[in-house]
């Protein structure tokens, strides 16, 4: 079993940075494929990026690509995704998931553990 917290959400205008943190525990947390999902308001949840367990290889959508990285630090057994140049669109509710293979994939139904989620809003 994972358990995943994710921290770090707020209100934050147009522009601004944020960095998501998930706290990951769990039997061999360490070795699971990590990602950043997100649902906006009346939408369904989308993929924004995911990192293999040594790090070494991450993937992102078309939408945060140059404007978001996702890093894990597995000494601490956290995972971060830092948000520059935020716009109104990326309004949405954060979810950390984990997945229990070590090749990425962006679909939701593939990830196995699902934190509670936090709140980012972008005003304009």
């Known amino acids: 079993q994972v358990q995943l917290v994710e921290s770090g959400g707020g209100l934050v205008q147009a522009g601004d940075s944020l960095r998501l943190s998930c706290a990951v525990s769990?039997?061999?947390?360490?070795?699971?494929?990590m990602g950043w999902f997100r649902q906006g308001p009346g939408g369904e949840r989308e993929f924004v990026a995911a990192?293999?367990?040594?790090?070494?290889?991450?993937r992102y959508a078309d939408s945060v690509k140059g404007r978001f990285t996702i890093s894990r630090d597995n000494t601490k057994s956290t995972v971060y995704l830092q948000m520059n140049s935020l716009k109104p669109e990326d309004t949405a509710v954060y979810y950390c998931?984990?997945?229990?293979?070590?090749?990425?994939?962006?679909?939701?139904?593939?990830?196995?553990?699902w934190g509670q989620g936090t709140q980012v809003t972008v005003s304009s």
């Open positions: 998931a984990a997945r229990g293979r070590n090749w990425i994939v962006t679909t939701s139904q593939s990830y196995n553990y």
């Open positions: 990192i293999n367990w040594s790090g070494m290889d991450t």
């Open positions: 769990g039997r061999t947390a360490s070795s699971y494929v």
